[in-house]
């Protein structure tokens, strides 16, 4: 249970959601009624212990915990709960301001870690590619035909003539012009040396 202590802004943590960048001007976490209807909706509530109701009520409680709470990364942003929110509140917007606050608190980072795959795909070859290390979960959940069809895609391509998924050379030197003007470059290499020391520490 939280201690309240005198002086305290018990709404500190849902006015800095409110306030976040990533916040729509008319998020109405404060005006949440816990009415319920945003979990009744969840299909991460339907299959988890996830409550989107609950988020919203401990991040309305002033429940720092939250950020380091693995329960957060299980919202996949359906939006679903956007779209009946009474109050205009959107839980799936909380959720993901409060997963940037835990990247940047360093607990969530371990979660981002292998995207940094799929980022370096656009470098490689100009398009996002499935991180390796999901292979075998995709497999678990498509069966071994999603690999029969990974490996057969050119061949699948050719015969519907849609051409080559590959980027010729050129594109993919210009894309990496781009991604090296928006600094994308530049993060992926520092985000590579924050997993690196992790790795060897
Ligand atoms: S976020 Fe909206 S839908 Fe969910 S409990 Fe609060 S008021 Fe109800
Ligand atoms: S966006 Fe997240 S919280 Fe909202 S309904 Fe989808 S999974 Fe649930």
Not at 34 to 60: F, N, W
Request: net charge negative; hydrophobic share 30%.
């Amino acid at each position: 249970m939280n201690t309240l202590k005198i002086g305290e802004n018990t709404f500190e943590l849902a006015e800095s959601i409110k306030k976040d960048l990533k916040a729509s001007k008319n998020l109405e976490i404060l005006k949440c009624i816990q009415c319920g209807m945003c979990t009744s909706v969840c299909p991460a509530a339907r299959h988890t212990d996830y409550d989107p109701r609950e988020i919203v009520k401990r991040a309305l409680d002033n429940d720092k915990n939250l950020i380091k709470d693995d329960i957060i990364w299980d919202c996949f942003y359906c939006y679903t709960c956007h779209s009946v929110c009474p109050v205009n509140n959107s839980p799936c917007e909380v959720n993901q301001i409060l997963k940037q606050k835990s990247i940047e608190n360093g607990v969530g980072k371990p979660k981002v870690a292998p995207f940094s795959e799929y980022a370096e795909s656009y470098l490689e070859c100009g398009l996002g590619t499935i991180p390796s290390c999901f292979f075998d979960d995709l497999i678990k959940d498509y069966g071994k035909e999603w690999l029969e069809l990974k490996d057969k895609l050119e061949d699948i391509r050719e015969e519907l003539g849609l051409g080559s998924m590959p980027l010729p050379e050129k594109d993919v030197n210009d894309i990496n012009k781009i991604l090296e003007k928006t600094g994308f470059t530049k993060r992926l290499e520092r985000i590579r040396r924050c997993m690196n020391e992790k790795n060897t520490r």
